[in-house]
């Protein structure tokens, strides 16, 4: 499946997509940010395409007037979210550097919830980010998501932890 905006194009990732995560995901601004490490080879970021990113309802972001590669945002069902519930997903996104401040993760990230309740029928939306996060903190409050909690524990791939803030958009938020 495939979702559009104005200016991007969703699409599952593809194995032929690990040169272009490489180069997105190596900046060290980019993944530790959003609670993973930076990549080290093309050969991690196949793994990560092939172990992580061609989940359902996870999504390579392309610009529509050149497809190029540019980030990823996607939906997280059942124990890997949040909520741990099959109708309240996690939303997750990251653009790479060079494209921060274009408002890319705003409208991916608003394709994504507009799907979760359209097509999906979810009933809400998750969505975190990890203390110090201020662009993922920002996009959310553009997208109308309300506070819930702060995980002081909260679980990062860098091999410590980082405190998390967990947001909510309800579908009744959503439908105003």
Same mark, same amino acid.
């Given at each position: ?34 609670? $993973?490490?930076?990549? /080290? ?16 309802? &996870?999504?390579?972001?392309? #610009? ?20 741990? /519930? ?5 939303? +997750?996104?990251?653009? +790479?550097?060079?494209?921060?401040? #274009? +408002? ?21 939306? $998750? ?14 409050? /553009?997208?109308?998501? &309300? ?22 958009? /309800? #579908?009744?938020? $959503?439908?105003?």
């Amino acid at each position: 499946m495939e979702l559009t905006t104005d200016r991007l194009r969703l699409r599952p990732w593809e194995d032929s997509d690990a040169a272009r995560l490489y180069e997105l995901a190596k900046d060290p601004a980019v993944g530790p940010a959003a609670g $993973w490490p930076a990549h /080290k080879s093309v050969e991690e970021s196949l793994q990560v395409i092939q172990e992580n990113l061609q989940a359902p309802e &996870t999504y390579a972001v392309l #610009r529509k007037d050149d497809n190029l590669l540019i980030g990823c945002a996607g939906l997280r069902f059942g124990e890997d979210a949040c909520s741990e /519930k099959d109708d309240e997903p996690e939303l +997750g996104y990251w653009i +790479g550097k060079e494209y921060w401040g #274009r +408002g890319y993760a705003p409208e991916a990230a608003t394709c994504l919830i507009d799907h979760a309740f359209a097509d999906l029928s979810c009933k809400a939306v $998750w969505c975190c980010y990890y203390e110090g996060n201020e662009k993922s903190k920002r996009v959310q409050e /553009k997208l109308g998501f &309300t506070y819930v909690k702060t995980d002081p524990e909260g679980d990062t791939l860098l091999g410590y932890k980082l405190p998390e803030v967990e947001n909510v958009l /309800k #579908r009744e938020s $959503w439908l105003k």
